[in-house]
């Protein structure tokens, strides 16, 4: 069993910036692919990025490329997710994710997953 959890959302003003942790703890593996997704009420689990084991490969979705940065700490056992120019449509709660996936961008590809943590950017 791998134990995920994530840290560093809260309330900030759109413009401004966030830095998301996701600590891995367990049964860890450097090999996994990491994810993060956000959820925003009433709405379905939606991929954001993702950081190949390596770090050498990184996957965004279109509306954040320019503004999100995900990077890891394999001695760490750590993934990022650094949120800049934030607006008040990323509110949602942001989950951290690992596993094996063929196709990063689903949620039903990744094993493990965090509790979540809220993100609410005000405009």
């Known amino acids: 069993q791998v134990q995920l959890v994530e840290s560093g959302g809260g309330l900030v003003q759109a413009g401004g910036s966030l830095r998301l942790s996701c600590a891995a703890s367990g049964r860890t593996s450097s090999s996994y692919t990491m994810g993060w997704f956000r959820q925003a009420p009433g709405k379905e689990r939606e991929f954001v990025a993702a950081?190949?084991?390596?770090?050498?490969?990184?996957y965004y979705t279109d509306s954040v490329p320019d503004r999100f940065t995900i990077s890891k700490d394999n001695a760490k056992n750590t993934v990022y997710l650094q949120m800049n120019s934030l607006k008040p449509e990323d509110t949602a709660v942001y989950y951290c994710?690992?596993?094996?996936?063929?196709?990063?961008?689903?949620?039903?590809?990744?094993?493990?997953w965090g509790q979540g943590t809220q993100v609410t950017v005000s405009s």
């Open positions: 994710a690992a596993g094996y996936p063929v196709q990063y961008v689903k949620p039903s590809q990744y094993t493990y």
């Open positions: 950081i190949s084991w390596n770090g050498g490969y990184t």
